[in-house]
């Protein structure tokens, strides 16, 4: 390992409180002695991560409050420092911490919120595609339409929530109170750019939810049509899901179909 390697690593574990071994690389200088020198760093490198997690995670900040949210900062820095080189990437292990970690643990409404903000921000910087047209639709042939499958939009992220971890994240949003953090039904959420390119979550059913599902794991129309047989009657479907895909095509969900 080259000297300028070595000397890399020694400072990237004093900035995450590894080791202090780069002090002996450090000359004197001035009145502050090396250690505080060092310290200056090892401090704006933790408020830089902190910053980073403050900004991608607002409501949840308010949410837990700042004695809360100091503890959670500090911990996970410590639990999952930073590989990236990228701070976009770096609080992507925030929710699987709230669930695994006391006291965050006992209230899982923590994790959903987390998660939901992190959707956000895939959702937002998801790759572009084309979208798919009703003109591209309506040139497809039978034999074509019983092959066909849709491809949901990179933007789409489909979760589910036991808790009203999205109400609260509007409602702290919109300074309000937030609601009672559970609910008794799964509550079902479609988070994704619309055609303005504006990022946007929307609540659908189970049935609607479970077909977006297959869609993801690029079923054809046929299959699609026989997943709705215990919810539907037959003579609907087609008309039923037809509808559906009008529905996703104005929200901006479905890319060029696959012939």
């Known amino acids: 390992m080259s000297d300028l390697a070595s ?38 490198y933790k408020l830089r991560l902190r910053a980073a997690i403050e900004q991608d995670h607002a409501q949840l900040g308010i949410y837990l409050g700042d004695e809360l949210f100091d503890k959670m900062v500090a911990e996970y820095l410590v639990q999952y420092p930073s590989n990236y080189t990228s701070l976009r990437f770096f609080a992507d292990d925030l929710p ?14 923590l994790a959903d919120i987390a998660q939901f903000e992190r959707l956000l921000l895939t959702a937002f910087d998801a790759q572009e595609h084309p979208l798919l047209t009703v003109d591209e639709l309506e040139s497809l042939t039978v034999e074509q339409w019983s092959v066909l499958q849709l491809p949901l939009h990179p933007s789409v992220q489909l979760v589910q929530f ?19 953090p559970y609910c008794d039904n799964t509550r079902y959420w479609v988070v994704a750019r619309d055609c303005e390119r504006r990022t946007q979550f929307i609540n659908v059913d189970l049935l609607e939810y479970r077909l977006l599902t297959l869609l993801r794991q690029q079923v054809n129309f046929v ?6 047989i215990t919810d539907i009657p037959s003579e609907e479907i087609t008309g039923f899901l037809i509808s559906l895909i009008n529905q996703w095509l104005e929200r901006g969900w479905l890319v060029s179909a696959t012939k």
């Open 223 to 228: 299959q699609l049509c026989q997943s709705c």
């Open 96 to 109: 699987h911490y709230l669930r695994n970690n006391a006291p965050f643990s006992e209230h899982p409404i």
């Open 162 to 180: 036991n808790s009203r971890a999205v109400e609260s994240w509007q409602a702290l949003k919109d300074k309000q109170l937030p609601p009672q």
């Open 7 to 44: 000397l890399q690593q020694q400072f990237m574990a004093l900035l995450q409180g590894q080791n202090n071994d780069l002090a002996n690389h450090i000359a004197s200088h001035g009145q502050l002695a090396t250690s505080q020198r060092l310290a200056i760093y090892q401090n704006a």
